[in-house]
Protein backbone atom coordinates (compact mmCIF):
# COMPACT_ATOMS: atom_id res chain seq x y z
CA UNK A 1 0.00 0.00 0.00
CA UNK A 2 0.97 3.74 -0.49
CA UNK A 3 2.87 5.43 1.92
CA UNK A 4 0.14 8.23 1.75
CA UNK A 5 -3.31 8.31 0.29
CA UNK A 6 -5.17 10.65 1.90
CA UNK A 7 -3.96 14.40 2.27
CA UNK A 8 -4.14 15.06 5.85
CA UNK A 9 -6.44 13.15 8.38
CA UNK A 10 -8.46 10.11 7.16
CA UNK A 11 -11.94 11.41 7.48
CA UNK A 12 -15.54 11.71 5.30
CA UNK A 13 -14.92 13.68 2.08
CA UNK A 14 -10.86 13.62 2.83
CA UNK A 15 -8.54 15.16 -0.67
CA UNK A 16 -6.25 12.47 -2.00
CA UNK A 17 -3.12 12.59 -3.41
CA UNK A 18 -3.85 11.65 -6.65
CA UNK A 19 -7.65 11.06 -6.96
CA UNK A 20 -9.11 9.77 -10.75
CA UNK A 21 -12.79 10.55 -9.47
CA UNK A 22 -14.15 13.62 -7.66
CA UNK A 23 -17.95 13.94 -6.81
CA UNK A 24 -19.43 16.85 -5.03
CA UNK A 25 -22.83 17.21 -3.87
CA UNK A 26 -24.56 14.23 -5.89
CA UNK A 27 -27.94 13.50 -4.28
CA UNK A 28 -30.70 11.36 -5.42
CA UNK A 29 -33.89 11.12 -4.32
CA UNK A 30 -37.19 8.50 -4.90
CA UNK A 31 -39.95 10.99 -3.58
CA UNK A 32 -39.53 11.82 0.15
CA UNK A 33 -36.52 8.97 0.40
CA UNK A 34 -33.15 10.18 -0.30
CA UNK A 35 -31.09 7.45 -1.55
CA UNK A 36 -27.76 8.83 -2.61
CA UNK A 37 -26.52 12.58 -0.51
CA UNK A 38 -22.65 12.65 -1.12
CA UNK A 39 -20.97 15.29 -0.09
CA UNK A 40 -17.79 15.27 -1.60
CA UNK A 41 -15.73 12.16 -2.31
CA UNK A 42 -12.20 11.31 -3.87
CA UNK A 43 -11.46 8.08 -5.25
CA UNK A 44 -7.50 7.43 -5.35
CA UNK A 45 -5.87 6.63 -8.77
CA UNK A 46 -4.41 3.29 -9.23
CA UNK A 47 -5.55 1.24 -6.01
CA UNK A 48 -7.87 -0.89 -4.62
CA UNK A 49 -11.15 1.38 -3.14
CA UNK A 50 -13.86 -0.75 -1.37
CA UNK A 51 -17.07 0.88 -0.62
CA UNK A 52 -18.85 -0.82 1.77
CA UNK A 53 -22.10 -0.10 4.04
CA UNK A 54 -25.15 -1.66 5.11
CA UNK A 55 -27.95 -2.70 3.10
CA UNK A 56 -29.83 -0.03 1.49
CA UNK A 57 -27.29 2.43 1.99
CA UNK A 58 -27.18 4.13 -1.61
CA UNK A 59 -23.92 1.93 -3.03
CA UNK A 60 -25.07 0.77 -5.87
CA UNK A 61 -27.45 3.99 -6.91
CA UNK A 62 -24.15 5.79 -6.50
CA UNK A 63 -22.31 3.33 -8.91
CA UNK A 64 -25.61 4.11 -11.16
CA UNK A 65 -25.16 7.83 -10.98
CA UNK A 66 -21.27 7.83 -11.72
CA UNK A 67 -21.40 5.84 -14.58
CA UNK A 68 -24.80 7.37 -16.05
CA UNK A 69 -26.88 4.69 -15.67
CA UNK A 70 -29.30 6.89 -13.79
CA UNK A 71 -29.09 10.66 -13.60
CA UNK A 72 -29.12 12.58 -9.83
CA UNK A 73 -31.48 15.29 -8.70
CA UNK A 74 -28.22 17.59 -8.52
CA UNK A 75 -24.29 17.12 -8.20
CA UNK A 76 -21.02 17.11 -9.99
CA UNK A 77 -18.22 14.54 -10.60
CA UNK A 78 -15.43 14.22 -13.09
CA UNK A 79 -12.84 11.43 -14.39
CA UNK A 80 -9.90 12.65 -14.76
CA UNK A 81 -10.70 15.97 -14.72
CA UNK A 82 -13.83 15.69 -17.29
CA UNK A 83 -16.90 16.67 -15.88
CA UNK A 84 -19.90 13.39 -16.37
CA UNK A 85 -22.57 14.83 -15.04
CA UNK A 86 -25.35 14.18 -17.70
CA UNK A 87 -22.67 11.49 -19.73
CA UNK A 88 -25.05 8.86 -21.13
CA UNK A 89 -23.40 5.46 -20.30
CA UNK A 90 -22.08 4.11 -23.16
CA UNK A 91 -19.89 7.20 -23.43
CA UNK A 92 -19.00 7.39 -19.99
CA UNK A 93 -17.61 3.99 -20.72
CA UNK A 94 -15.60 4.92 -23.83
CA UNK A 95 -13.88 7.16 -21.63
CA UNK A 96 -12.36 4.02 -19.52
CA UNK A 97 -15.03 4.11 -16.50
CA UNK A 98 -16.42 0.55 -16.78
CA UNK A 99 -18.73 -0.99 -14.17
CA UNK A 100 -19.90 -4.40 -13.45
CA UNK A 101 -23.26 -4.97 -11.89
CA UNK A 102 -24.53 -6.91 -9.03
CA UNK A 103 -26.84 -9.31 -11.68
CA UNK A 104 -24.94 -10.11 -14.20
CA UNK A 105 -25.77 -8.74 -17.25
CA UNK A 106 -23.86 -11.46 -20.17
CA UNK A 107 -26.45 -12.16 -23.07
CA UNK A 108 -27.57 -15.79 -22.65
CA UNK A 109 -28.69 -16.48 -25.92
CA UNK A 110 -25.30 -15.81 -27.51
CA UNK A 111 -21.72 -17.50 -27.46
CA UNK A 112 -19.25 -16.55 -24.55
CA UNK A 113 -16.49 -15.17 -27.62
CA UNK A 114 -19.66 -13.12 -28.85
CA UNK A 115 -20.55 -11.57 -25.89
CA UNK A 116 -16.26 -11.12 -25.40
CA UNK A 117 -16.37 -9.36 -28.60
CA UNK A 118 -19.57 -7.07 -27.98
CA UNK A 119 -17.03 -5.48 -24.94
CA UNK A 120 -14.86 -3.60 -27.59
CA UNK A 121 -14.98 -0.07 -28.44
CA UNK A 122 -15.58 1.68 -32.01
CA UNK A 123 -15.36 -1.04 -33.86
CA UNK A 124 -15.54 -0.22 -38.12
CA UNK A 125 -18.08 -2.85 -38.17
CA UNK A 126 -21.25 -1.26 -36.50
CA UNK A 127 -21.09 1.01 -39.13
CA UNK A 128 -24.07 -0.28 -41.67
CA UNK A 129 -21.58 0.82 -44.98
CA UNK A 130 -18.13 -0.32 -43.61
CA UNK A 131 -20.20 -3.58 -42.43
CA UNK A 132 -20.92 -4.02 -46.62
CA UNK A 133 -16.84 -3.96 -47.34
CA UNK A 134 -15.31 -6.64 -45.53
CA UNK A 135 -11.61 -5.93 -45.66
CA UNK A 136 -12.28 -2.48 -43.71
CA UNK A 137 -13.43 -4.52 -40.65
CA UNK A 138 -11.77 -7.84 -40.78
CA UNK A 139 -8.81 -7.55 -39.30
CA UNK A 140 -10.22 -5.28 -36.42
CA UNK A 141 -12.51 -8.53 -35.72
CA UNK A 142 -9.32 -10.64 -35.59
CA UNK A 143 -7.86 -8.71 -33.62
CA UNK A 144 -10.63 -7.99 -31.23
CA UNK A 145 -11.19 -11.89 -31.30
CA UNK A 146 -7.48 -12.67 -30.14
CA UNK A 147 -7.96 -10.45 -27.24
CA UNK A 148 -10.94 -11.95 -26.32
CA UNK A 149 -9.18 -14.99 -26.55
CA UNK A 150 -6.21 -13.67 -24.59
CA UNK A 151 -8.58 -12.32 -21.61
CA UNK A 152 -10.64 -15.63 -21.51
CA UNK A 153 -7.90 -18.23 -21.64
CA UNK A 154 -6.41 -15.19 -18.61
CA UNK A 155 -10.17 -16.31 -16.35
CA UNK A 156 -10.08 -19.79 -17.58
CA UNK A 157 -13.00 -19.48 -19.37
CA UNK A 158 -10.90 -20.35 -22.78
CA UNK A 159 -12.43 -23.93 -22.69
CA UNK A 160 -16.69 -22.03 -22.71
CA UNK A 161 -15.67 -20.14 -25.44
CA UNK A 162 -18.15 -21.33 -27.92
CA UNK A 163 -20.54 -21.96 -25.29
CA UNK A 164 -23.86 -20.17 -24.68
CA UNK A 165 -23.51 -17.66 -21.80
CA UNK A 166 -26.77 -18.95 -20.74
CA UNK A 167 -24.88 -22.51 -19.66
CA UNK A 168 -22.42 -20.43 -17.52
CA UNK A 169 -22.23 -21.30 -13.95
CA UNK A 170 -23.52 -17.51 -11.37
CA UNK A 171 -19.41 -17.48 -10.88
CA UNK A 172 -18.40 -18.23 -14.48
CA UNK A 173 -20.84 -15.18 -15.42
CA UNK A 174 -19.46 -12.99 -13.08
CA UNK A 175 -15.98 -13.70 -14.67
CA UNK A 176 -16.99 -13.31 -18.28
CA UNK A 177 -19.13 -9.54 -16.98
CA UNK A 178 -15.57 -9.19 -15.85
CA UNK A 179 -13.37 -10.14 -18.84
CA UNK A 180 -15.71 -8.22 -20.79
CA UNK A 181 -15.32 -5.03 -19.12
CA UNK A 182 -11.94 -5.21 -19.83
CA UNK A 183 -12.28 -5.26 -23.34
CA UNK A 184 -12.79 -1.55 -23.33
CA UNK A 185 -8.90 -0.99 -21.68
CA UNK A 186 -10.64 0.88 -19.00
CA UNK A 187 -9.09 3.24 -16.41
CA UNK A 188 -11.09 2.67 -13.90
CA UNK A 189 -13.11 -0.46 -13.46
CA UNK A 190 -16.05 -0.62 -10.82
CA UNK A 191 -17.60 -3.60 -9.50
CA UNK A 192 -20.96 -3.87 -7.40
CA UNK A 193 -20.49 -7.00 -5.33
CA UNK A 194 -18.47 -9.16 -7.62
CA UNK A 195 -18.71 -12.09 -4.91
CA UNK A 196 -22.17 -11.64 -4.47
CA UNK A 197 -23.72 -15.76 -5.57
CA UNK A 198 -20.36 -16.63 -6.54
CA UNK A 199 -18.84 -20.30 -5.54
CA UNK A 200 -16.35 -20.84 -2.93
CA UNK A 201 -14.34 -22.43 -4.72
CA UNK A 202 -14.19 -19.33 -7.76
CA UNK A 203 -13.59 -17.06 -4.55
CA UNK A 204 -10.35 -17.14 -4.78
CA UNK A 205 -9.90 -16.60 -8.14
CA UNK A 206 -11.57 -13.36 -8.40
CA UNK A 207 -9.57 -12.13 -5.83
CA UNK A 208 -6.73 -12.81 -7.76
CA UNK A 209 -8.11 -11.21 -10.79
CA UNK A 210 -9.15 -8.18 -8.96
CA UNK A 211 -5.38 -7.60 -7.82
CA UNK A 212 -4.58 -8.29 -11.39
CA UNK A 213 -6.26 -5.14 -12.23
CA UNK A 214 -4.53 -2.75 -9.70
CA UNK A 215 -1.08 -4.74 -10.86
CA UNK A 216 -2.28 -3.63 -14.46
CA UNK A 217 -2.51 -0.21 -13.76
CA UNK A 218 -5.83 -0.18 -13.35
CA UNK A 219 -7.72 1.76 -10.36
CA UNK A 220 -10.92 -0.45 -9.08
CA UNK A 221 -13.87 0.51 -7.02
CA UNK A 222 -15.76 -2.35 -5.62
CA UNK A 223 -19.21 -2.93 -3.44
CA UNK A 224 -18.67 -6.03 -1.03
CA UNK A 225 -20.46 -6.93 2.11
CA UNK A 226 -17.37 -9.56 2.64
CA UNK A 227 -15.51 -7.62 5.77
CA UNK A 228 -12.76 -10.26 5.38
CA UNK A 229 -12.56 -9.45 1.66
CA UNK A 230 -11.98 -6.47 2.26
CA UNK A 231 -9.89 -6.13 4.74
CA UNK A 232 -7.35 -8.19 2.82
CA UNK A 233 -7.59 -6.89 -1.22
CA UNK A 234 -8.51 -2.89 -0.25
CA UNK A 235 -5.75 0.22 -0.02
CA UNK A 236 -8.57 1.91 0.93
CA UNK A 237 -11.94 2.14 2.42
CA UNK A 238 -15.03 4.19 1.80
CA UNK A 239 -18.19 3.87 4.13
CA UNK A 240 -21.84 4.82 3.30
CA UNK A 241 -24.99 4.82 5.29
CA UNK A 242 -28.20 6.22 4.96
CA UNK A 243 -26.61 7.92 1.49
CA UNK A 244 -24.21 10.07 2.62
CA UNK A 245 -20.19 8.91 3.47
CA UNK A 246 -19.69 8.42 7.06
CA UNK A 247 -16.20 7.15 7.41
CA UNK A 248 -13.14 6.39 5.13
CA UNK A 249 -9.21 5.13 5.78
CA UNK A 250 -7.23 2.25 5.71
CA UNK A 251 -8.77 -0.88 5.82
CA UNK A 252 -7.59 -2.16 9.27
CA UNK A 253 -8.61 1.48 11.14
CA UNK A 254 -11.94 1.95 9.49
CA UNK A 255 -13.05 -1.56 10.67
CA UNK A 256 -12.60 -0.70 14.31
CA UNK A 257 -14.24 3.02 13.43
CA UNK A 258 -17.27 3.74 15.92
CA UNK A 259 -19.22 5.40 13.61
CA UNK A 260 -18.92 2.43 11.11
CA UNK A 261 -19.44 -0.39 13.46
CA UNK A 262 -22.74 1.76 14.51
CA UNK A 263 -23.81 2.03 11.23
CA UNK A 264 -23.75 -1.60 10.47
CA UNK A 265 -24.85 -3.27 13.77
CA UNK A 266 -27.20 -0.02 14.97
CA UNK A 267 -25.32 0.76 18.32
CA UNK A 268 -21.92 1.44 19.20
CA UNK A 269 -20.31 -2.20 20.21
CA UNK A 270 -16.45 -2.99 21.55
CA UNK A 271 -16.15 -4.70 17.81
CA UNK A 272 -13.80 -5.27 15.19
CA UNK A 273 -15.98 -5.86 11.62
CA UNK A 274 -12.69 -7.64 10.11
CA UNK A 275 -12.86 -10.56 12.25
CA UNK A 276 -13.65 -13.93 10.83
CA UNK A 277 -16.48 -14.37 12.96
CA UNK A 278 -17.94 -10.90 11.82
CA UNK A 279 -16.82 -11.07 8.13
CA UNK A 280 -19.13 -14.70 8.21
CA UNK A 281 -22.33 -13.17 9.40
CA UNK A 282 -22.28 -9.81 6.80
Same mark, same amino acid.
Given at each position: ??????????????????????????????????????????????????? &????? *???? $?? /?? %?? @??? =?????????????????????????????????????????????????????????????????????????? &????? *???? $?? /?? %?? @??? =??????????????????????????????????????????????????????????????????????????????? *??????????????????????????????????????????
Amino acid at each position: MPSQIAIGAAVPGCAKVDPILIADNVRRQFGGNVAVDVEHVEIPRGLITAL &IGPNG *AGKT $TF /FN %LL @TGF =DQPNSGDWTFDGVKLAGVPAFKVARMGMVRTFQLTKSLNMITVMENMRLGAQRQPGESLLRALIKPLWKRNEEE &ITARA *AELL $TR /FK %LD @TKS =DDFAASLSGGQRKLLEMARALMTQPRLVMLDEPMAGVNPALTQSLLEHIRGLKNEGMTVLFVEHDMHMVRNISDWVIVM *AEGKIVAEGPPNEVMKNPAVIDAYLGAHHDTDLGTDKQAKGN
